[in-house]
């Protein structure tokens, strides 16, 4: 069984930065995308950050673009977002998503089969 937990989430201000890992069990995801998507409060799960296999090519929203960056590590099978410049806005519950098939970053949901439980983001301001 597929398992893909998030865990690095937390309250910091504004202006701060925080790392979010996402650990993969069940089998391994060297061969296609994954992604992150979050949820801020009151609104619909919107994307974030996505990366290919490869890690090669990367796909940001505009409103965290220069500010996220995205890893994936095929050998520790996770995948992780470095997030800086935190703003109040950016509170969201963020979640991690993997593609069963296909390499290509996507910035819909409805393109990823798996997904974890979340973790909470807190920016103050």
């Known amino acids: 069984q597929v398992q893909l937990v998030e865990s690095g989430g937390g309250l910091v201000q504004a202006g701060g930065s925080l790392r979010l890992s996402c650990a993969i069990s069940g089998r391994t995801f060297s061969s296609t995308a994954m992604g992150w998507f979050r949820q801020p409060p009151g609104k619909e799960r919107e994307f974030v950050a996505a990366?290919?296999?490869?890690?090669?090519?990367?796909d940001f929203a505009d409103s965290v673009r220069g500010r996220f960056t995205i890893s994936k590590d095929n050998a520790k099978n996770t995948v992780c977002l470095e997030m800086n410049s935190l703003k109040p806005e950016d509170t969201a519950v963020y979640y991690c998503?993997?593609?069963?098939?296909?390499?290509?970053?996507?910035?819909?949901?409805?393109?990823?089969?798996?997904w974890g439980r979340g973790t909470q983001v807190t920016v103050s301001s």
């Open positions: 998503a993997a593609r069963r098939f296909g390499i290509a970053v996507s910035r819909s949901a409805d393109s990823y089969s798996y």
């Open positions: 990366i290919t296999w490869n890690g090669g090519t990367s």
